[in-house]
């Protein structure tokens, strides 16, 4: 188990706050289990600027949704699968590949930091899946949003704040 955010001392004002945070965060979760960890924690809920709640308001920030998503379809599961073609000193794009929280579920995610499009190409046994359903994340680095294919992510009374996702 370890523990990460994206700055030490409470953070970077206007950045660990923002979108720009989301990949760090994606790839510290990516990589833990690459790399034997069975766990994560962040340090802080609401305090700095790299809590996963903003401090005066608790409105949650980019990061939250990427750690409400990983609850939701990773859970868990621990079985961690190869990537073929990963390149560990690959610095603009990062790619892993979990068994997902549901039974016979695959969960593939990653992040690009290239302005160049990118695609990915599935082996079976993902090849052969009979649905796939993509979660494709966007923002505005150094913005405070996160929007979720194209749709901004909020927080609903209704449902706790916890929205579903799978």
């Not at 649905?131 to 706790?160: C, Q, V, Y």
């Amino acid at each position: 188990i370890g523990e990460g955010a994206t700055a030490s001392g409470g953070g970077i004002p206007n950045a660990s706050g923002t979108y720009s945070a989301t990949f760090l965060w994606l790839d510290k979760l990516g990589a833990t289990g690459r790399f034997g960890g069975s766990g994560l924690m962040r340090q802080s809920l609401f305090s700095g600027t790299y809590g996963l709640l903003d401090p005066n308001t608790f409105v949650p920030r980019p990061t939250y949704w990427i750690a409400a998503l990983w609850k939701q379809l990773i859970g868990g599961a621990t079985n961690v699968l190869s990537v073929g073609g990963d390149d560990v000193h690959n610095r603009t794009q990062r790619v892993y590949a979990r068994c997902g929280k549901r039974a016979g579920s695959y969960v593939v995610f990653g992040s690009s930091l290239s302005t160049a499009p990118t695609s990915l190409r599935f082996a079976a046994p993902l090849g052969l899946s009979a649905s796939r359903t993509d979660f494709i994340l966007t923002g505005e680095l150094g913005g405070p949003d996160l929007f979720l294919n194209g749709k901004p992510m909020t927080a609903d009374a209704a449902t706790g704040g916890a929205p579903e996702f799978a």
